[in-house]
């Protein structure tokens, strides 16, 4: 059966490069940019599903794991001229102002040190409960950025940073994706993940099984944020520009919205709910242009389109709170019993 | 439980800044010094009016009511179309937008926490949280992006002086009235009928509705009169900070909410408590750090993780123990 | 050396006492009771053993070990496991993955091992699911093994708990209440039950139980709560007979005494 997955596996990886190849090729840039923020949101969801979605942690502070993330990859990556051109006001520390790194080792660090951040968040504050950790989460989020805002000789402050090599392509964005999708997947279904799901259902009985609580919790929050922090640098890369504005709340409550409608505990969920909410999300622009309906033009109105978003999220939440799937996979396996399925044998299942 | 924290951090802050705020603090006159108390106290005060809406409500649904900064924010916009648009004398607005603000947060509870009072916490969550963009994106498009100049009636903004220093009247207004609220509040709360059903919902929601209190009704009560007050604030708010924008209620509210948290989420008297402390804390940050300044916003956050560290039922809270 | 021992233990709640001087001792191979009417501090007990609580004065020892200030998670590594009063099984999950959850704690390998498959880990694996194979058909529980937790029958959950209780290996078991709400068939079906196990894993038993035959029928030693205070502990006959636990239940008739 390890065998039927694996190479069930290595399929999907080759129509995936053969998906890529045929993309590059032959889609117009502004529908590979589209697939590109997918591709990024897929791994920003599932790192954002591990933490909330699996071990049940109610975290609000994804924005300052992607803000660390984007930001080192940023420093890391541009070229010495173009950092002296944005750092005007005041000049970026040493030795950032004269290194440039490739794109993979950028990433790396970026990951690293926003798992860093996460568990000096995490030691204090995973002890928390609910609403608690959810607003001391959301205040760690809040300080990361105000830093970043105040730091004129780091992060180029309330200016932000423009002219980030765009070294996300859909190589990049789409493999960060299939890595994130595997290590969820080998993650969640060994011993570890197990575990994780039992913080997530019962944690004093989890607790009561030798399960200790802390290690698991600052574990799970450490790997999302280092692939929080690998979204943030590819997002950046792909954006051009960053600024501590980008990264509010708002940036959080987008990515909690794409696991909560794939449902919380489902990895095949997210990844649907993320290519879905980032079309919708574009598709929706056209509220915000102007109209011609051919017999009636209908001027645009700035913001509309987010208007009709956050009613659309209400809607969704009052009549669908259980996402897509649930805490169910989209597995091939599933739908084939389902079909070699007989009726009620002797002791049946159902 | 049983985590260590860890006291080294500590040793990071900067003692040159310390030094530097000693010094600022021996150097400030003493008018100067009770210049930023009073408008500590000012700030404070409109904090501790919207974060009493945020407690309330969190104390009988258990709910962060996320788009309670928001209801600020349009009662600041309902004021400035009700004198600006529409040229109503200052006293009739502002009776106006209290009444408006109230119907609005009772409609908020209806539209959105009400219909999904039973499902998961994350769902009522989204909802809240949708709901406050709802309102902050609609206030873009229906008001524009732009801000806005609130037009503060003159007799509030008239200078006065107390000995040495020159203040605003609204600077010495603001407590007062803030005070009177909080004493009609308080008398609501533990003298009324309306407000025993609160006390009892907000214990036990069940055993109230079993007693024939009408959940629903407290429930909408609760919002209206958290709005109502938020009102009070926001109008205050417009007169002291004039300027408006759609924007302009989610940090107050985050704050706020912290505010709540410091103090006790559930208990008023804490979320007046914690305004104070958030209000006169930031406004003496920034006078004794004036390089900080950049920061102030962070320190209601700092506070905040300081208090979930120590004592997170807050300052006023008590411990609720899980039966295992 | 007594296994399992609890000396002077006092657990107070604010005003409230719930376990006023609780003195015990668990020999290897017992099987002890703690029985008493609802509310009189027995669970409190439990959880002071397990590290859920801290007891406000007295100590709890372990094979001579001081386990007062550890936690849940600790002494449980050490040999200690528990079910629980209101079954706490992990409702989402299968059958198989709650037993398998239990066998976390022995794993050696970390993370990044696990993730990446390494031999190690696998063979890990491979173990803790025969293991786990092995005690679901032991408990009966081979028939739905794949099926949600949650939606098992009731008698089928309290089994599972045991059997996910006795998957950390552990020395020391805990039952809080195991036969709550089964039917005589199904009381005397547990009560040989807890024999078999005591005698196949090697066990020591405490456990707190309010069907009489259960208790009666199997422990060698029994102590006896009322709010919180330790009214009488012996045998099973002595406490049959003893005048403070029948009035402790049944309470005092005036006419009669």
């Known amino acids: 059966m390890i065998k039927r997955k694996v190479i069930s596996t290595l399929v999907v990886l080759l129509f995936l490069i053969l998906f890529v190849l045929f993309a590059n090729n032959y889609l117009d840039s502004y529908v590979v940019r589209i697939l590109n923020l997918c591709a990024i949101y897929v791994v920003l969801g599932l790192s954002m599903n591990l933490i909330n979605g699996f071990t049940g942690l109610f975290s609000l502070g994804h924005a300052g794991f992607m803000a660390v993330g984007a930001y080192t990859t940023a420093l890391l990556t541009m070229s010495p001229a173009v950092k002296a051109q944005n750092f005007f006001m005041m000049p970026l520390i040493k030795p950032l102002d004269s290194i440039s790194w490739p794109f993979l080792p950028a990433l790396l660090l970026a990951g690293l040190l926003s798992a860093f951040v996460a568990f000096l968040i995490g030691a204090p504050v995973l002890r928390l409960k609910g609403d608690y950790l959810a607003i001391a989460t959301l205040g760690f989020s809040e300080i990361i950025r105000i830093i970043f805002t105040n730091t004129q000789n780091i992060t180029n402050g309330a200016l932000g940073i423009n002219g980030i090599p765009s070294t996300t392509n859909l190589w990049w964005s789409f493999g960060a994706a299939a890595f994130t999708v595997i290590i969820m997947i080998l993650l969640i279904s060994s011993s570890y993940g197990r575990a994780l799901k039992a913080i997530r259902e019962d944690e004093v009985a989890a607790e009561s099984m030798g399960i200790s609580l802390f290690k698991h919790k600052v574990l799970s929050f450490m790997i999302g944020a280092f692939l929080a922090g690998i979204g943030g640098g590819l997002l950046g890369n792909l954006l051009g520009t960053i600024d501590p504005l980008m990264f509010r709340f708002m940036l959080t409550f987008n990515i909690l919205l794409i696991i909560v409608l794939g449902g919380m505990g489902s990895i095949t969920g997210t990844i649907v709910s993320a290519f879905i909410i980032t079309i919708a999300g574009e598709a929706l622009r056209f509220l915000d242009e102007t109209m011609d309906l051919g017999f009636v033009v209908i001027p645009g109105i700035a913001g509309l389109r987010m208007v009709v978003f956050s009613g659309l999220l209400i809607i969704v939440v009052l009549f669908f709170s259980n996402g897509l799937m649930g805490n169910k996979e989209f597995s091939l396996e599933k739908i084939i019993n389902k079909f070699k399925k007989k009726p009620l044998e002797e002791g049946g299942s159902k | 439980m049983h985590y260590k924290i860890d006291c080294g951090a500590l040793r990071y802050l900067k003692v040159p800044q310390l030094l530097r705020g000693y010094i600022m603090f021996l150097n400030m006159s003493l008018s100067s010094f009770l210049q930023h108390l009073t408008n500590g106290i000012s700030l404070g005060s409109l904090y501790a009016l919207i974060a009493i809406g945020y407690t309330m409500v969190y104390g009988i649904l258990r709910l962060i009511n996320f788009a309670h900064g928001d209801i600020f924010m349009m009662a600041t916009y309902f004021a400035f179309y009700a004198m600006v648009t529409f040229l109503l004398p200052w006293y009739i607005s502002f009776f106006l937008v209290i009444v408006l603000t109230t119907l609005l947060g009772i409609l908020v509870e209806k539209a959105a926490y009400r219909p999904i009072r039973n499902a998961p916490k994350i769902s009522i969550l989204i909802s809240a949280i949708g709901m406050s963009f709802f309102l902050e994106n609609l206030a873009t498009v229906v008001f524009g992006g732009r801000p806005k100049a609130f037009p503060a009636p003159d007799i509030f903004t008239k200078i006065i002086h107390i000995g040495s220093i020159s203040i605003q009247r609204l600077t010495i207004i603001i407590p007062i009235v803030t005070f009177v609220f909080l004493l009609f509040l308080l008398y609501l709360i533990n003298r009324t009928k309306s407000g025993m059903a609160m006390r009892a919902v907000s214990k036990d929601y069940e055993t109230a509705s079993i007693m024939g209190v009408d959940v629903n009704k407290t429930i909408s009560f609760t919002f209206g009169i958290g709005s109502a007050l938020a009102a009070v604030g926001a109008i205050m708010w417009g007169m002291k900070f004039p300027q408006i924008a759609p924007l302009m209620g989610v940090m107050p509210g985050l704050k706020c909410f912290i505010a709540a948290v410091i103090g006790g989420i559930g208990n008023i008297t804490g979320a007046v408590i914690g305004g104070f402390i958030l209000g006169i804390g930031e406004i003496m940050l920034v006078a004794f750090f004036p390089n900080l300044t950049g920061y102030r916003d962070a320190f209601a956050f700092i506070l905040l993780i300081a208090i979930l560290l120590f004592k997170p039922t807050g300052i006023m809270g008590e411990k609720i123990s899980e039966k295992v | ?257």
């Open chain 3, 1 to 257: 050396m007594s296994l399992l021992k609890m000396n002077n233990v006092t657990m107070k709640f604010g005003g409230v006492t719930a376990v006023k001087d609780f003195n015990m001792e668990l020999n290897k191979g017992e099987i002890v009771a703690l029985i008493g009417p609802n509310g009189a501090g027995k669970t409190t007990a439990f959880n002071m053993i397990t590290g859920v609580y801290k007891p406000t004065i007295g100590e709890v020892f372990y094979k001579d070990r001081n386990i007062t200030h550890l936690r849940p998670d600790q002494i449980t590594k050490l040999g200690i496991a528990r079910t629980f009063q209101n079954i706490r099984l992990f409702k989402d999950l299968s059958v198989l993955d709650n037993v398998l959850i239990a066998n976390h704690l022995h794993v050696k390998s970390n993370i990044f091992t696990a993730i990446l498959r390494l031999p190690g880990y696998n063979k890990e694996e491979r173990n803790m699911r025969r293991k786990s194979l092995e005690l679901i058909e032991k408990v009966g529980l081979k028939d739905v093994i794949n099926e949600k937790s949650s939606s098992l029958p009731y008698g089928m959950q309290r089994r599972l708990e045991i059997a996910r209780a006795l998957a950390t290996d552990p020395e020391v078991l805990l039952l809080d209440e195991p036969a709550a709400g089964m039917n005589p068939k199904e009381s005397e079906d547990l009560t040989i039950f807890i024999q078999k196990i005591r005698d196949e894993f090697d066990l020591t038993i405490f456990m707190i139980e309010h069907h009489m035959q259960v208790v009666m029928g199997i422990s060698k030693r029994i102590y006896v709560f009322d709010y919180g205070v330790t009214i009488a502990k012996g045998s099973p006959y002595e406490i049959q007979n003893n005048e403070k636990v029948i009035e402790a239940y049944l309470g005092v008739n005036e006419e009669d005494a």
